[in-house]
């Protein structure tokens, strides 16, 4: 096919290349060759026997890097790159054309069961690392599917439910990640998701696939169902959807025909999705050929050891006795407890689970970094609920106060929580923040380490401990980051992606989550994870963005400078501490005197830098002038409003380093005049006043303004000013006015 043009396709070949041969492959179809789409964003699952869309049949053996709750937390776009890549060159080696990944929805309720398949609560941060993990997979040749399109923020009800929102915190919060990753990687696909969105389901939604996805973006790739997305394939091929899957026998091919033939279904439609299929094939084709490297299973498995150890975030060290907990010291006995050690959580329960090529196991790996020092270990619990709860909290309490120091790894089994359904709490078994009060008592040197995909309580675990590493789930390798952090041979630098509340009552969704009736109302709006705390004042265990080192660092001389490509920030960082480390800088921009409801701040713009002791670097970082718009819902368009802007360098959405402003000029927006237009509205116009009181004499408010207390000016600007002709007594005609108006409007123009 690289070689020649297709033949020709006729009618019922087109239909054909819009739905799968097979739960995994495409149909070979004329000249155009079968493609093999597979799971999944951290690992590639490919199976060759029995299918399945949830992880139940076995796959073959591939690396499981840290699942996207982990990887945001490096907050690292070049390493998500790399991890891209590495996927790539392994998709290669097992055949697979097109990996279905990433995984980009906000992370809008912390009880959402597939939030560990998702990097963040916030689109900026979001769309960075997804973009950059684009752009490394298909530098290999092998084609992305970002997904889920859109607003797929529940598992509850998911293949039916409405997400019912708001245009500007659809497009601002759950498009825009979407939007950036489109623009700047060009994924070679897009897939649809399950639900409703506002009423009509994404496979069928032609505003969202065609309007905006491809009139407005530009896309011009292959949109593909996520697996039984597809209710109606006529209405689907419709609305924009190119590629229908698993297979389905051909029945949803001959509707497509029959659609065509009875003149229902418009026939270019149909051929332009069949073209961006033969399209997707020729990419393919050509990956295929492209030289790559051959699969190390060694060097990847060190990769993702590297890449692990980047997402740990240090939650919390204080010292104990005057000197911190961490990192471990080699010289000094150690109690491991926790079933987590030596069964650990790594990924992630469903479609995207991965068979790894092999698995670090926590307790061994810390043992091969101790030193020589006695490492003992207890159990403390069970995951599943069975064995002597009392007796294995005692002996874990009596290793504990024999050791030096204690680490104690907590967290969720994988059957409580899963794609497929929500969690009902963000709380810790009681058994294991039972053992852990234990433990801190009989030692208060006390580690914890926490393993899993979504947001929990961790009042308790911060109460109790003086130490807190936060894993998330760190892949196959994550047993050896661990220990690389735990005992200082990598300091942690990593930063929250999600804000961790105090209680599950405060979280912005927690009214409406996970919805009824096959609806989910998104009354929160805007105002999504840190946005929310930070407009309601409301205190939080963990801010987004926090994330603390074995080092310090200190900002300085923050500069600010405007330009048509937006706002350049340059911030001096320094590295006040006694060892090398890493500082995520973080950009927060607030426009305090918005003339729309705006978030009292959002993050723009972030950098990583590794400094040794002592030194410092002037970072210069861009935040795009596109980032600073809002939508404007009058203009149905993005729109950067013209004023001054705060912009804060910080090490978290509550740690402010540094804070200046910068003047930036806004964007005209000229909207038409209507009779429903406000006199306020129309006044505002140049020569409007005069006209209109040509037209219309307004009657004189008394100078003092308090005719009928109230004030009237105000009163009046409010009023539609067709609705005045009420008031004129038949001395000005509708025409007259929409004269008016059209002259007004011309003169904007």
């Given at each position: 096919?690289?070689s ?8 019922e ?7 799968g ?15 093999v ?7 590639v699952r ?5 299918t399945?869309?949830l992880?139940l ?9 840290p699942?996207?709750v ?9 390493l998500?790159?790399?991890?891209g890549?590495?996927?790539?060159v ?8 097109v ?5 980009i ?5 912390p009880?959402c069961?597939?939030?560990f398949?998702y990097y963040s609560?916030?689109p900026y941060l979001?769309g960075r ?5 684009v752009?490394g997979?298909?530098?290999?040749g092998?084609?992305?599917s970002?997904?889920?399109?859109a ?7 998911r293949?039916?439910s409405?997400s019912?929102?708001a245009?500007?915190p659809?497009r601002e919060?759950?498009?825009?990640a ?15 998701s399950y639900?409703r ?8 939604n032609?505003?969202?696939?065609t ?9 011009d790739?292959?949109v593909?169902s996520d697996w ?5 394939r006529v209405?689907?091929?419709?609305a924009?959807?190119d590629l229908e899957?698993?297979?389905n026998?051909g ?11 009875a003149?229902?279904l418009?026939?270019d439609v149909?051929?332009?999705?069949a ?5 997707l094939?020729?990419?393919a084709?050509a990956g ?5 490297p051959a699969f190390?299973a060694?060097a990847h498995?060190?990769l993702?050891r590297?890449v692990?150890?980047?997402c ?16 471990l010291d080699?010289a000094?006995?150690?109690a491991?407890i926790?079933?987590?050690?030596r069964?650990?959580?790594?990924q992630g329960?469903?479609?995207s689970?991965v068979?790894?090529?092999r698995v670090?196991i926590?307790?061994?790996e810390i043992?091969a970094?101790?030193?020589?020092a006695?490492v003992g270990?207890a ?6 609920g069975s064995?002597?709860?009392a007796?294995?909290?005692?002996e874990?309490?009596?290793?504990a ?5 204690a ?6 089994a994988?059957h409580q929580?899963?794609?497929?359904f929500?969690?009902?709490?963000i709380?810790?078994p009681?058994?294991?923040?039972e ?5 801190v008592r009989?030692q208060?040197r006390?580690?914890?380490v926490?393993s899993h995909?979504g947001a929990l309580?961790l009042?308790?675990?911060a109460?109790a401990?003086?130490?807190?590493l936060?894993g998330?789930l760190?892949?196959?390798?994550g047993g050896?980051?661990?220990?690389d952090v ?6 942690p630098?990593?930063?929250l ?6 209680r599950?009552q405060?979280?912005?969704a927690?009214?409406?989550f996970?919805g ?6 998104y009354g929160e709006g805007?105002?999504?994870?840190h946005r929310?705390?930070?407009?309601r004042?409301?205190?939080v265990?963990?801010p987004f963005?926090h ?11 923050l ?5 048509a490509?937006?706002v350049?920030?340059r ?10 480390g890493?500082?995520?800088?973080q950009?927060y921009?607030a426009?305090?005197d ?6 009292p ?5 972030h950098?990583?830098v590794?400094?040794a002791p002592?030194?410092?670097?002037r970072l210069s970082?861009?935040?795009d002038r596109?980032?600073?718009a809002y939508w ?12 001054t802007?705060e912009?804060r ?9 540094a804070t200046?402003?910068v003047?930036v000029?806004g ?6 005049l ?5 006199l306020g509205?129309?006044m505002?116009t140049?020569g ?6 040509v037209?219309?004499p ?8 308090d ?5 009237m000016?105000?009163m009046m600007a409010?009023i539609?000013v067709?609705r005045?002709?009420?008031f004129?007594g038949?001395?000005v ?15 904007q123009?």
């Amino acid at each position: 096919m690289t070689s020649h043009n297709p033949a020709p396709l006729s009618l019922e070949q087109q239909a054909a290349l819009g739905s799968g041969a097979d739960f995994w492959s495409t149909k070979e179809v004329g000249d155009v060759p079968s493609l093999v789409l597979t799971d999944g964003p951290h690992g590639v699952r490919r199976q060759v026997g029995a299918t399945d869309h949830l992880g139940l049949a076995g796959s073959e053996a591939a690396t499981c890097f840290p699942p996207a709750v982990g990887l945001g937390q490096s907050w690292d776009a070049r390493l998500a790159g790399k991890v891209g890549a590495a996927l790539g060159v392994e998709s290669r080696a097992l055949g697979v054309d097109v990996l279905l990944g990433p995984g980009i929805n906000i992370k809008r309720d912390p009880r959402c069961g597939r939030n560990f398949e998702y990097y963040s609560e916030d689109p900026y941060l979001s769309g960075r690392l997804a973009a950059s993990w684009v752009r490394g997979l298909q530098g290999t040749g092998v084609g992305a599917s970002l997904k889920h399109f859109a607003a797929n923020n529940t598992e509850h009800d998911r293949m039916r439910s409405s997400s019912d929102i708001a245009p500007r915190p659809l497009r601002e919060i759950y498009l825009r990640a979407f939007q950036h990753v489109v623009q700047t990687a060009q994924p070679w696909t897009v897939m649809c998701s399950y639900n409703r969105i506002n009423g009509t389901y994404a496979s069928e939604n032609h505003w969202l696939l065609t309007q905006v996805l491809r009139d407005e973006w530009g896309f011009d790739g292959v949109v593909v169902s996520d697996w039984g997305a597809v209710q109606d394939r006529v209405k689907a091929v419709a609305a924009g959807l190119d590629l229908e899957m698993p297979g389905n026998g051909g029945t949803a091919d001959r509707q497509v025909v029959e659609a065509v033939e009875a003149e229902g279904l418009d026939a270019d439609v149909v051929a332009r999705a069949a073209a961006r299929v033969v399209a997707l094939a020729a990419k393919a084709e050509a990956g295929r050929a492209a030289p790559v490297p051959a699969f190390d299973a060694e060097a990847h498995h060190a990769l993702a050891r590297q890449v692990a150890a980047r997402c740990v975030v240090l939650l919390k060290n204080e010292p104990v006795d005057g000197r911190t907990v961490l990192p471990l010291d080699t010289a000094r006995s150690l109690a491991v407890i926790g079933e987590f050690a030596r069964s650990p959580r790594y990924q992630g329960g469903g479609s995207s689970h991965v068979n790894p090529t092999r698995v670090d196991i926590p307790l061994d790996e810390i043992r091969a970094l101790a030193g020589g020092a006695d490492v003992g270990y207890a159990a403390g619990y069970t995951t599943d609920g069975s064995g002597d709860a009392a007796a294995l909290r005692d002996e874990a309490v009596g290793a504990a106060a024999a050791a030096d120091t204690a680490v104690v790894f907590l967290g969720l089994a994988a059957h409580q929580e899963s794609e497929g359904f929500d969690r009902e709490h963000i709380e810790l078994p009681s058994e294991q923040l039972e053992l852990l009060a234990e433990v801190v008592r009989a030692q208060p040197r006390t580690v914890v380490v926490l393993s899993h995909g979504g947001a929990l309580r961790l009042g308790p675990v911060a109460e109790a401990a003086p130490a807190v590493l936060d894993g998330a789930l760190l892949g196959q390798a994550g047993g050896g980051a661990l220990a690389d952090v735990l005992y200082g041979r990598v300091n942690p630098s990593a930063r929250l992606t999600e804000t961790v509340p105090v209680r599950i009552q405060d979280t912005p969704a927690f009214l409406d989550f996970p919805g009824e009736h096959g609806h989910v109302a998104y009354g929160e709006g805007l105002f999504v994870g840190h946005r929310w705390y930070d407009a309601r004042d409301i205190e939080v265990a963990f801010p987004f963005g926090h994330g603390l080192s074995y080092t310090s660092f200190a900002y300085a001389d923050l500069e600010l400078t405007a330009d048509a490509e937006g706002v350049t920030a340059r911030v001096t960082v320094t590295n006040t501490g006694g060892v090398a480390g890493r500082e995520v800088v973080q950009f927060y921009v607030a426009k305090p005197d918005s003339s729309v409801v705006r978030p009292p701040q959002e993050l723009k713009g972030h950098a990583c830098v590794d400094l040794a002791p002592g030194e410092s670097e002037r970072l210069s970082v861009l935040l795009d002038r596109a980032d600073l718009a809002y939508w404007d819902i009058r203009g149905d368009r993005w729109v950067v409003e013209g004023g001054t802007y705060e912009v804060r360098a910080a090490a978290s959405s509550r740690d402010i380093r540094a804070t200046g402003t910068v003047e930036v000029t806004g964007d005209a927006l000229v909207l038409p005049l209507t009779l429903d237009s406000t006199l306020g509205e129309v006044m505002a116009t140049p020569g409007a006043a005069e006209a209109l009181g040509v037209l219309m004499p307004m009657p004189q408010v008394a100078a003092d303004n308090d005719v009928l207390g109230v004030d009237m000016a105000r009163m009046m600007a409010s009023i539609p000013v067709g609705r005045l002709l009420a008031f004129a007594g038949g001395a000005v005609t509708p025409a007259d006015l929409d004269k008016l108006l059209t002259q007004l409007n011309s003169a904007q123009a």
